[in-house]
C-alpha cells in the first residue's frame, strides 16, 4: 500500500532561521502539498547549549510570513502544540518535552548490542584529543579505541550497571560496526556508499541531562511520525550512514524513509557558503524577517527591506530547482505544481542579490495598485502628507504613474515625493547647468502656456508642450530641463507634462513662480 506522504522541517531553535533554512522548509512543503500530503514542524531542542530564547517563535513567524503553513505540529495561533489531539496527534512536537520517550529506545540499542555505555568525563576525553594532536593525530571514539575506555564493553557489568544507576556523567554510544559498507541512496545524489570504518561512535544519549542526542532524537521521531522522506541540508549527509545503521539497528527499515539532501545556498561570487557576514557586507539580508539577538543588536530581514513574501518564496524556489524550461514566475500553487525532486540540483546554487529585486520588482507590478495605495498611505503618513488633500485617487494616480520605476513600496516616495510636496529647495548642480536669468521669461511663458491648455491629461499635454518649444524655436533639452528643475527641485525625474497634470494647473505655477524667484 501506498504511504501517505509525510515531510517534516526539524529546526533546531539555535538563531534566528536563515534563508536557506526557509528554502528547505519551502521544498518540504511543496513535496507534501503536491502530493497531498503533509507537513510538519517538529522542534529539535535536545541541545540545550545551543538553545536561544525567541529562536523557536522566529522560525514558526518567519514561515508563517512566507505562507508554509504546516499541516502538524503548529496551531492557529502560530505556537508549537504540546498536547495531542486529533489533528495534532504526534504531540508535542517539541523534542525537550518528549524526553520520557527516547530513553527506553536508548536502553533497547545497549540491549541488543548495537550500542554500550560510556563512562570517560569530558575532561578525560580532552586530555586524550590533546595527547593525539602533539602527536599530530586526531583520537576519535571508535572500534580502535573504544575497547581501551571506560564503557560498558570493558568495564565488570556489575560496575558499569551500579555507575549507570548511581553516576550521571555517562552517555550512551552507538556502536559502529566494523569494516561494513552501508549502501544508501539519495532522491538528489543518487547511490553512496561509505565503509563504517572511517566513522565514529556517536553520543546518542546523555545522561546529565536525561536527553538524547540529535541522531536518536530525530530517527526515533522520524518513526514513530511516520515521516516518509527526510528532505534537508547537506550538512547532513555526513550523518546518513549512521542514521541507516539505526533504522537497522531498531528494525525499522521497512518503513524507513527516503532521503534527499540539498546543497548549499553559495555566495554571490560562488565562492562558499551564504553567511550572515556577506549579507551584511553587500547589502542584502539572509534571515526572513528583523532578528533582534541578546545583545538588542537588530538585523533586518526581507520583510524589513520591503519584500513581499510571495517574490521572496519564488526567489527562494528557483535556488536550487528549475522547471526545466525558461519560467521564472511562480505562485506558490504553481510551485506546488511544478515541484519536483528530480529537477533539484546537485551543485551549490549562488545567491543573486539583483536577482531577488527583479523578483521584487516582478510581484510589485502584479501587486493591485490598491494594495499598493493602502501601504503607500502609511508612508505618506510617516511624513505628514494630509489625507484630506490627497485622496486615494490621487495616490491612486501617483502610483499608476511611478510603478514600472519601483522596486518596493518605500520606493514610491523616493520616486514621487514632490507629488506631494512642492520642493523648498533645488539640486544645485541642476541649478547651475541650467537656470540661466534669461529663462526667467521663457519659464513664465511655458507656464501659461501649460495653465491655458486643454484638455489637460498628460497625453494631451506632452506632445503640445513640445509642439509649442518647437514653435517658439526654444532648445528643447534645456526648457525641459529647467522647467524639470522648477517643479520638481531637480532635473531627473518623471516628465513635465505627467507632473503637471498631476499636481494640477495651480501647483505648476505655483512652483515656477517660486523657482524663478528664488533661483534668480
Ligand atoms: N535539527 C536539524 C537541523 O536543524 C534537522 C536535520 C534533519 O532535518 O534531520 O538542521
Not at 526515533?220 to 511520525?225: A, E, G
Amino acid at each position: 500500500m501506498e504511504r501517505r506522504t509525510r515531510v517534516r522541517f526539524a529546526p533546531s531553535p539555535t538563531g534566528p532561521l536563515h534563508m536557506g533554512g526557509v528554502r528547505t522548509a519551502l521544498y518540504n512543503y511543496l513535496f507534501a502539498k503536491q502530493r497531498g500530503g503533509d507537513f510538519i514542524i517538529r522542534i529539535e531542542d535536545t541541545d540545550s547549549q545551543r538553545f536561544v530564547p525567541g529562536a523557536e517563535q522566529y522560525i514558526i513567524d518567519s514561515l508563517r510570513w512566507c505562507g508554509i503553513i504546516p499541516d502538524e505540529g503548529v496551531d492557529e495561533n502560530g505556537r508549537i502544540v504540546e498536547t495531542p489531539s486529533e489533528k495534532h496527534p504526534h504531540a508535542p512536537y517539541r523534542q525537550s518535552q518528549r524526553k520520557d520517550i527516547y530513553r527506553k529506545y536508548a536502553e533497547q540499542l545497549v540491549e541488543n548490542g548495537y550500542a554500550y555505555y560510556a563512562f570517560d568525563t569530558a575532561e578525560e576525553l580532552a586530555a586524550m584529543r590533546a595527547e593525539a594532536e602533539a602527536r599530530k593525530e586526531t583520537f576519535i571514539y571508535n572500534h580502535e579505541t573504544r575497547g581501551r575506555l571506560k564503557n560498558s564493553l570493558t568495564l565488570p557489568k556489575e560496575e558499569w550497571e551500579r555507575r549507570v544507576k548511581e553516576e550521571t556523567g555517562w552517555t550512551i554510544r552507538f556502536k559502529m560496526p566494523l569494516d561494513r559498507i552501508v549502501k544508501m541512496d539519495d532522491l538528489i545524489r543518487g547511490h553512496i556508499e561509505v565503509n563504517t570504518g572511517i566513522l565514529d561512535d556517536k553520543v546518542l544519549w546523555k545522561s546529565h541531562d536525561g536527553l538524547p542526542t540529535y541522531h536518536l532524537a530525530n530517527i526515533v521521531d522520524d518513526h514513530l511520525m511516520e515521516i516518509t522522506e527526510v528532505i534537508r541540508g547537506e550538512e547532513w549527509l555526513p550523518s546518513l550512514p549512521l542514521h541507516y545503521l539505526l533504522y537497522e539497528a531498531f528494525g525499522w527499515t521497512d518503513s524507513m524513509p527516503r532521503f534527499a539532501h540539498l546543497s548549499l545556498l553559495l555566495k554571490p561570487d560562488g565562492k562558499g557558503k551564504l553567511s550572515k557576514r556577506d549579507g551584511d557586507r553587500l547589502g542584502f539580508p539572509v534571515f526572513p524577517l528583523q532578528w533582534v539577538n541578546q545583545e538588542g543588536e537588530i538585523t533586518r530581514g526581507y520583510r524589513e527591506e520591503g519584500y513581499l513574501p510571495e517574490a521572496f518564496v519564488n526567489m527562494l524556489a528557483m535556488l536550487g530547482w528549475n522547471p526545466g524550461d525558461d519560467r521564472e514566475l511562480f505562485t506558490m500553487d504553481e510551485l506546488v505544481k511544478a515541484f519536483s525532486l528530480e529537477r533539484v540540483i546537485k551543485s551549490g546554487a549562488r545567491f543573486n542579490p539583483e536577482k531577488a529585486k527583479w523578483y521584487n520588482r516582478e510581484y510589485l507590478r502584479k501587486m493591485p495598485d490598491a494594495e499598493i495605495a493602502a501601504q503607500f498611505r502609511e508612508i505618506l503618513d510617516s511624513h505628514g502628507i494630509d489625507r484630506n488633500r490627497f485622496d486615494d485617487t490621487y495616490v491612486l494616480g501617483v502610483i499608476r504613474l511611478t510603478k514600472e520605476r519601483a522596486t518596493f513600496i518605500k520606493d514610491f516616495w523616493d520616486i514621487a515625493h514632490y507629488l506631494f510636496i512642492a520642493p523648498s529647495s533645488f539640486n544645485e548642480a541642476d541649478a547651475k547647468k541650467f537656470w540661466k536669468p534669461e529663462n526667467v521669461a521663457l519659464m513664465k511663458q511655458a507656464a501659461d502656456f501649460i495653465n491655458g491648455f486643454e484638455p489637460f491629461t498628460e497625453e494631451d499635454l506632452e506632445p503640445a508642450l513640445s509642439d509649442y518649444i518647437h514653435s517658439n524655436e526654444w532648445p528643447m533639452g534645456k526648457v525641459m530641463n529647467t522647467l524639470r528643475l522648477a517643479l520638481i527641485g531637480s532635473s531627473s525625474g518623471l516628465g513635465i507634462a505627467a507632473v503637471a497634470t498631476t499636481i494640477g494647473k495651480e501647483e505648476t505655477a505655483a512652483r515656477v513662480a517660486f523657482a524663478c524667484k528664488t533661483l534668480s
